[in-house]
């Protein structure tokens, strides 16, 4: 059974089951601020549920690449939405800071867990 790593917590889930329905099954989410209510409950329309993603998951679909490629996503930044992710096996997943969790590059305050909306 794979293991998620979210923000110290270790959950567990079934193979193949999306990461955003395991987080909040868990009881964590994988959203900041405001957008915990605002959101697209999984149509990977809003982006809001964008995270970094290390171990073994699905390769992204085209609406998630669509998605990721339009502001305020880079499509080069790595992140995925955990709406459209698979996992696969164990996991390690970041959220970073911004309303939609888009800024990969402040590492220093993603750490902390940021949770104001931007």
Not at 103 to 116: K, L, R, Y
Request: hydrophobic residues 30%.
């Amino acid at each position: 059974m794979p293991v998620i790593d979210y923000r110290g917590t270790e959950i567990e889930c079934e193979r193949g089951e999306v990461l955003r329905d395991a987080l909040l099954a868990a009881g964590e989410t994988p959203h900041n601020g405001g957008s915990k209510l605002l959101n697209c409950r999984g149509h990977a329309t809003c982006g809001t549920c964008a995270v970094s993603v290390e171990g073994e998951v699905s390769d992204p679909d085209s609406r998630e690449r669509r998605r990721l490629s339009a502001p305020p996503h880079d499509a080069d930044s790595g992140v995925r939405l955990a709406c459209q992710t698979r996992v696969l096996g164990d996991v390690t997943v970041t959220k970073h800071p911004g309303f939609w969790g888009q800024h990969v590059d402040d590492a220093e305050t993603a750490a902390g867990g940021d949770q104001s909306p931007e």
